[in-house]
């Protein structure tokens, strides 16, 4: 192997540590839907998807971002490339992928389209996305008219149900781009005819620049002109900031120059439009044969100022089996003498070797590829977002005022005014989910540690700058509502990207631990209202697991008192606990912090068994499982409170807090050695949460006997466990089941596909799925529990098996179970693929994997968003696992 292919990736990284590092000026940053996102939203109403609908897209300028397919953007999101395509039937071009909004899914929001992408190195030296583009006309109307007469126990439409793709009538448009340098990169485009008929084909790549000059806040202006003089097509971009960039093009396409500007009079009805040319008119020209709908650049002609550039490739007709490519070369500066020359395919062979070197593995050839296509996945889950809240409330000068809607102190992240973020954030998903996530956020970066550990870093950094974290300490939860509240796993991620690296950043991880001192404060202030320890939260990400909408104020002066909620901040305390213990071997002040945190976790864990508002914690003796609570106090001063007795994740997340204290602890940090001995010796009946051994300790919010009870249903088949992970919610509530919640009856029952219920739009469901995110942490809290008990604990698994496993072994057994949703079974398929056309015997659909967002309870089918490579890519550090390889290891000897 080429010694400098084993390097150069690792070399480029190595001086990459910026955001803004050279190698990180380019990259998949430009969104994969910017249309029915709340920043696009300017209504009364405040409904995103009606005010910013699909059909306006192509013809209506965005105010904060762009979308595309496959495209690339700079690290500021001025200058953005991108394919279009038409298939000469369409009544569009094809510059965008197509899917429901909210309320035309049967179960939400939902993309209608096939891609996947297949490569990518962590400074986007190499970036490979594969999009399927159908030959026959795309069914835009078919496809709601299907989704609208399903219902909510329907499956979800495909398109593939519509039959266009039947005979493999499509092309395979893949789109490879290969830096050169950091600002030089070569781009390929090749689109292989898999039916059996000859099919016209035309490929459009476009550059174009947002548009930052419409809004009366910056009038500058950038242009792209086109050429074709000497000989040579290129598009010229000259911006402020960015400078001169050049698109070479190569070959004799037609060139076409518009503007990024609304058409109000096809849109609005406006008697005229404010430019001649308007983000359509590419659009118009060759779908509508409008020959005044943008400038057309003849042989050795130069175009007039633009803002919006297209290369016209018309290839018709493409014979079946035929590949047909155009190649690209995007350069800042004046351009290169020789473009296309040898450096444009050595640069190609190049940085593909090197990708190959980058992920070499010794996985088996099946699990390797699952985690390469798993990290190139989230790699491309990297998005410019900008937003600056105070802006979106009040309304740009040269635009109609903000409506009235807007003043009121209720107007939707009216109280984030602060936030003001134009940083490039990986999102859950690039089409359903094109924002960040709190939570989301923080799982995502454990596997981008794998390969990119400086992202993973400034990304949890990130979340915590003044421009994002509300003043009192709060984590932003999402653009829908950054005021929604997420479960605090911040400080896990922190520690586990941390411990990631064979040379500690302890910078890094004092950095992080400071702000979240501020926000550990807003949970203890915000969430706890009466200093019971007995915390509420809201929906806390897991959208509609309870049988209310736990965001809303229950009725009848009653308070919602959450185990999950509970839980996550005894959690958390433990987290931000064991941060100050490393923190506090460098620097001794840092022990008094981690005494605070190990109290605060005592207290939780006695109020969770003990007392509580009512006299009852969230633990149940009778169920041998953990519920939430709603309480309420009476006129004489009493306080009234019942379990809402519903066996879900709520219960299990207890398990996830626990820890163990090492000898290092009490060997080397004697202040917190003797608060603790103290703390003990005063309040003996805290004991009940430590177990010692051997200069060791284990911190538990359950203790052994509660421990066994819970795990004991966790592993029943009948309850929790599913072949493919951990259910959300029992399946012993497959009838279903009536719960009182605030003296109102509900039922809600084990639904283990797509959501049946509108709750937080309908689609995510946790009322039965299994959801990756918990159950990686449920895999870490058993590998604690091994840690400590070290082959002594044991479990049985399955219940009722009489197979006895230790805790390490279960962990590697609920690893097991959920990797096999990627991994081929005994008829080739993998479980992931349910019934969808991947599962088909073709081998053009059998080879790409689909990272979901969640997996049917029963089957393992993916659900929800399609492109999942936020946290469902924690399947690469569950393959990657040292722990779990050697179990493996083991088990074939």
């Not at 308007?278 to 659009?283: Q, R």
């Not at 924002?435 to 956020?441: E, I, S, T, Y």
Request: glycine content about 8%; overall charge negative; hydrophobic content about 40%.
């Amino acid at each position: 192997m080429n010694e400098h292919w084993q390097q150069a990736e690792r070399a480029r990284l190595a001086c990459s540590d910026s955001p803004t590092a050279p190698w990180r000026l380019w990259g998949p940053y430009l969104a994969g839907r910017q249309w029915g996102t709340v920043r696009e939203d300017y209504s009364a109403g405040g409904d995103a998807w009606r005010s910013f609908p699909f059909d306006h897209a192509r013809s209506r300028a965005y105010r904060w971002g762009e979308d595309g397919i496959a495209g690339i953007c700079d690290v500021h999101g001025f200058l953005n490339l991108g394919l279009a395509l038409w298939n000469g039937r369409d009544p569009i071009l094809k510059e965008r992928y197509f899917g429901l909004t909210n309320n035309e899914g049967n179960h939400g929001e939902d993309a209608k389209e096939y891609w996947w992408v297949t490569d990518g190195t962590p400074t986007h030296s190499w970036m490979r996305v594969l999009y399927r583009y159908p030959q026959a006309e795309f069914p835009y109307a078919e496809l709601r008219e299907m989704a609208a007469r399903a219902g909510r126990q329907a499956r979800e439409p495909e398109l593939s149900d519509t039959g266009v793709l039947d005979e493999n009538r499509f092309f395979d448009v893949r789109v490879t781009y290969a830096k050169a340098s950091p600002t030089d990169i070569c781009v390929e485009l090749s689109a292989t005819n898999h039916g059996p008929d000859p099919a016209p084909l035309h490929l459009l790549p476009q550059l174009w620049f947002r548009n930052t000059w419409a809004w009366g806040r910056d009038d500058r202006k950038p242009s792209l002109t086109a050429s074709t003089e000497d000989g040579w097509r290129r598009i010229t971009a000259e911006h402020g900031a960015l400078g001169r960039y050049t698109l070479h093009v190569e070959g004799t396409p037609t060139l076409l120059v518009t503007d990024n500007e609304t058409n109000e009079v096809a849109l609005f009805g406006a008697k005229q439009n404010p430019t001649r040319y308007t983000k359509d008119g590419v659009d118009r020209y060759v779908v509508g044969h409008d020959s005044r709908a943008c400038q057309v650049v003849g042989p050795h002609d130069t175009s007039g100022p633009g803002t919006k550039a297209a290369a016209w490739y018309s290839f018709d007709p493409v014979e079946p089996g035929e590949t047909v490519s155009v190649r690209l070369r995007l350069i800042q500066g004046d351009g290169h003498i020789d473009a296309f020359g040898p450096t444009f395919q050595a640069t190609m062979d190049a940085r593909l070797a090197e990708a190959d070197e980058f992920h070499r593995s010794d996985l088996d050839p099946v699990r390797a590829a699952v985690v390469r296509r798993a990290l190139a996945g989230l790699m491309w889950t990297k998005q410019h977002y900008r937003f600056r809240t105070s802006e979106w409330l009040d309304g740009d000068p040269a635009q109609p005022a903000a409506p009235k809607s807007r003043k009121s102190p209720h107007a939707r992240n009216a109280h984030w005014r602060h936030f003001d973020v134009a940083d490039v954030i990986s999102m859950p998903d690039e089409w359903e989910y094109p924002w960040f996530a709190a939570w989301d956020l923080a799982f995502q970066a454990v596997p981008f540690a794998q390969v990119d550990p400086a992202f993973a870093k400034e990304q949890l950094l990130l979340l915590c700058r003044e421009w994002l974290m509300h003043p009192n300490g709060q984590l932003p939860a999402y653009e829908w509502e950054f005021g929604d509240v997420n479960p605090p796993v911040h400080a896990w991620a922190a520690l586990q990207v941390y411990r990631s690296e064979p040379v500690p950043d302890r910078k890094f991880l004092a950095k992080v631990f400071h702000k979240l001192l501020l926000n550990f404060s807003w949970w203890v202030n915000r969430k706890d209202a009466d200093g019971s320890y007995l915390f509420e939260g809201g929906f806390l990400g897991m959208d509609n697991i309870g049988p209310v909408n736990r965001s809303e104020p229950m009725l009848g002066q009653w308070r919602l008192e959450q185990s999950d909620a509970t839980s996550w901040m005894a959690a958390y305390s433990l987290h931000l606990m064991q941060i100050a213990l490393e923190l506090a071997r460098h620097d001794e002040s840092y022990e008094d912090v981690a005494t605070k945190f190990v109290e605060h976790f005592l207290s939780i864990a006695e109020a969770s068994t003990q007392f509580g508002s009512g006299g009852r914690g969230i633990w149940n003796e009778a169920d041998g499982f953990c519920y939430d609570v709603v309480s309420r106090r009476l006129p004489d001063g009493s306080v009234e409170s019942k379990p809402v007795r519903v066996r879900s994740m709520v219960g299990l997340i207890p398990l996830l807090a626990c820890a163990v204290l090492e000898p290092w602890v009490f060997e080397e940090l004697p202040v917190f050695t003797r608060r603790l001995e103290h703390l003990l010796a005063r309040r003996p009946e805290l004991a009940q949460f430590i177990s010692r051994d051997d200069r060791r300790a284990l911190l538990s919010l359950l203790d052994e006997p509660k421990l066994r009870r819970v795990l004991r249903r966790m592993f029943d088949e009948g309850e929790f466990l599913s072949p493919h992970g951990i259910r959300s919610l029992s399946a012993a509530h497959r009838e279903g089941l009536e719960v009182q919640v605030a003296d109102q009856e509900h039922r809600m029952g084990y639904e283990p596909g797509e959501s049946r219920t509108p709750m937080f739009g309908g689609n995510s469901n946790w009322r039965g799925p299994v959801w990756f995110p918990t159950n990686a942490l449920l895999v870490e809290a058993l590998r604690t529990l091994e840690s400590f008990h070290r082959g002594r604990f044991h479990v049985e698994l399955p219940t009722r098996s009489q197979r006895q496993v230790t805790a390490g072994q279960a962990a590697d057994e609920l690893v097991r179970r959920l990797v096999s949703l990627f991994l081929p079974d005994h008829d080739g398929r993998r479980p992931a693929d349910g019934k969808r056309i991947e599962s088909t015997d073709s081998a053009l659909w059998r080879e790409h994997v689909t990272f979901s967002e969640y997996f049917d309870g029963d089957t393992g089918e993916g659900l929800g968003a399609t492109h999942q490579t936020g946290w469902t890519a924690l399947v690469a550090s569950l393959l990657t696992d040292r722990r779990h390889l050697e179990a493996e290891s083991e088990s074939l000897l």
